[in-house]
């Protein structure tokens, strides 16, 4: 059974900074490609960012490019986002997501419950 569990979201101003964590249980941890999806109220759930099994490949969404950084600890189990200068429109829930295959197909098996990231004025 593979678990995830976020952490790090909270409230920050605009022009704030928060990094996410997501802990990954289970022994192929490192085998996985790891996304981050996010899900605003009344919107769908949209691709942030995905980083390969290494962590020597990375893919972002064109509007994170530049703010948004993935990378991960394969001795930790633990996947990270780091968002800079963050907008009031990034305000939603977080996700992170596991799998085998390529870092630019979107479809995911493994889902955390997401951690909730508020950015205000």
């Known amino acids: 059974q593979v678990q995830l569990v976020e952490s790090g979201g909270g409230l920050v101003q605009a022009g704030g900074s928060l990094r996410l964590s997501c802990a990954v249980s289970?022994?192929?941890?490192?085998?996985?490609?790891m996304g981050w999806f996010r899900q605003a109220p009344g919107k769908e759930r949209e691709f942030v960012s995905a980083?390969?099994?290494?962590?020597?490949?990375?893919y972002y969404a064109d509007s994170m490019k530049g703010r948004f950084t993935i990378s991960r600890d394969n001795i930790k189990n633990t996947v990270y986002l780091q968002m800079n200068s963050l907008k009031p429109e990034d305000t939603a829930v977080y996700y992170c997501?596991?799998?085998?295959?390529?870092?630019?197909?979107?479809?995911?098996?493994?889902w955390g419950q997401g951690t909730q990231v508020t950015v205000s004025l």
């Open positions: 997501a596991g799998k085998y295959g390529s870092i630019r197909d979107e479809r995911y098996d493994y």
């Open positions: 289970g022994r192929t941890f490192s085998s996985y490609v």
């Open positions: 980083i390969n099994w290494s962590g020597s490949s990375t």
